[in-house]
């Protein structure tokens, strides 16, 4: 199983996908091709929230603003999974929930060569020479994660095309400023229906559930669920995350607090 | 074979696919994640346009305005298919299309079990303790569609996590009223091309096929075809749903016709 | 394999996924439904940068404007790759990629047959009668590719639905106007990062990479990659498609040049 996550929209992917199934019958599943445009850290929260729940896999992570530039291109095995990806950080924070320890390895020039694959044996340019300037998912990392599924998530340093190395960007989810009775946060994410999910852990509010917070100054209601308050008003809750989450019952937590992706926001109660 | 259809955007179904995909060797099937946010009614349409033209399936349907309160997790048997969701009514209309009876199943507590799976021995807590107050797809529905599907359509009873019940919510599409010559409509569904679907059935319009209507008190070409008309000229058809719909000729008919999802529109001939 | 492109977005796939899977067990594999609604100038151009990635397969394309009209159904056979859609010149450009010849065929009407599919035999009325007069990919296109697929992309010319054909519609990709050192362009598709894409080719400007251009009478850099110009600073580059790029880095070219689908632009240099 190989899953797909970039912020490439439509129809970049589908690239990905033929040149994947050029080497390999693996399942393809996409976890999202939405993550926020060339954001690192958004992407990288949104593989926590993700990856974990799938079995062993091969996971693509393509989010890349560096593309064209010498970052390497990276393949992390965390427990029975492999991510390959830009070295960007990216994928440290989902690898750190995947498993205690962890090994990297850079993906490496190689001759062109032979390569055995399900449909047959194929001549596989390693990594791809000339690749383009501006879609190494396409022409770097689509080809690294057929490989590396192709060789097994056990063994694919067996293949000289993948080396060992103690040297990669690492990614922080940044830690909330909290005090006695207040906490400044920062929006990590807005999801689809408009909840703003900040970094703020859940168990912060846990003692004043059901009771009311202050939200930038303005008095909010805390609780377990959505329906929890009237269609339309606002509120604040923990969220499947664990985190604290600005919400609106049945409308969009992100306009009725006025907050955006990595915008601050201040809790007092 | 299941279905995923839901009104979460991205990227919260992929933890639905990962969960499945530790239970079960399914192909999933992607309907759509584009659902109107909470929209119960319009999901339910949808519903009716898509599942019928499936092989025996499982379908997994998550609208969930009421997600975290006591509501219940269904599951409907319709003919050779089975349906998951919150017990709100979404599934009842498409269940209707697909069989003349069916039978509901309310998903009930039960100790972690191990269960047997493609994959081997799991401890599986059933639905899971404590599950999120705000994402039962990931935590409820999507195990309980895996769990119907490795029990089989036929079957799935024999476990005691579905129990057999006579009370669920229901819902139908609302009724247009009809008169002689005139009719007054709700606007069911916008598509992505803006086309706007009535409640009103086709065959209603049939007589005045070919001639003008007014719609809103305006006159309107009726057709069987988008290409009758000029490009950028609207007209009223029936769409490939057999109900009466607001076009524009390579446009967009809500645009055209200043309507949007669940207005009312009149139509008189 | 069988691969989707529309330009429907969401729900109207899931129909189509569903009429092909009651005949093939094939992967199904999306490569988009994004393409800009009924443009088939541009769908054609995205086509061109996805399905030659691909290992042979039946590619479903339904990009319209003239659903119900008289416009034939076509399936094109392009070395391993069989190409199923309207006879709108939708397929050609990607056709002449794959394969220096090439042979059309047309979809035409037949009895209600018996059909023997992976799941068993089951009566196709072929086309469809009725079909719809508004969605003939679920109705028509749909079919017809699972009925290719069936039948194999070397043979389905004896299945008697298939006959040869040597009159079909054309498209070509527009010229630019490319003088000593200027160069009138067309844009010609604009992704989702915002990146205006030209039908001027790359090794139009190979002589200015690093140096500066005019842009309709703005001076822009001209390099290789994204990342050679500060963040939020315009660019022209060489896109993966080996064609000129209007873009901004870490930001959307479109927004910055401001020009949109199909305007007019004008290099200098």
Redesign the interface.
Known sequence: ?I?L?SD?????P??M???M??ETDAR????????P??NVQTSAF?LT???????PAVHLVVVD?????DRDAIVVRADEHALVGPDNGVLLPVVRELAQEFEVFEVVEQEVEDLETD?GTRQVPWPPDPA????HG??VFAPAAARVHEAGIDSFEDDPGFEPTDEYEDLTVPDPAIEDKAATATVLAV???GNAITNIPGDVIEDVMGSDIEVNGSTTPVR?????VPSGQRLV????HDNV?LATN?GRGDDAFDVSLRDSVTLTW
Chains 1, 2, 3 share one sequence.
Do not use: C, I, K
């Not at 929230?49 to 079995?55: K, N």
């Not at 603003?65 to 530039?69: D, E, F, K, L």
């Not at 383009?132 to 879609?135: E, H, K, M, N």
């Not at 809750?237 to 499947?240: D, F, K, L, P, Y």
């Open positions: 199983m899953t996550s490439f929209g439509s129809p970049y589908a690239a996908r033929g040149v199934l050029q393809l599943v996409d976890v999202s091709h939405e993550f445009r060339q949104w929230q993700t990856l974990p729940y799938y079995p603003p560096g593309v064209g530039t449909n383009s300037s501006t879609f396409r022409d999801d689809d229906f377990h669920t959505y329906a929890a809750t923990v969220g499947s989450e049945q």
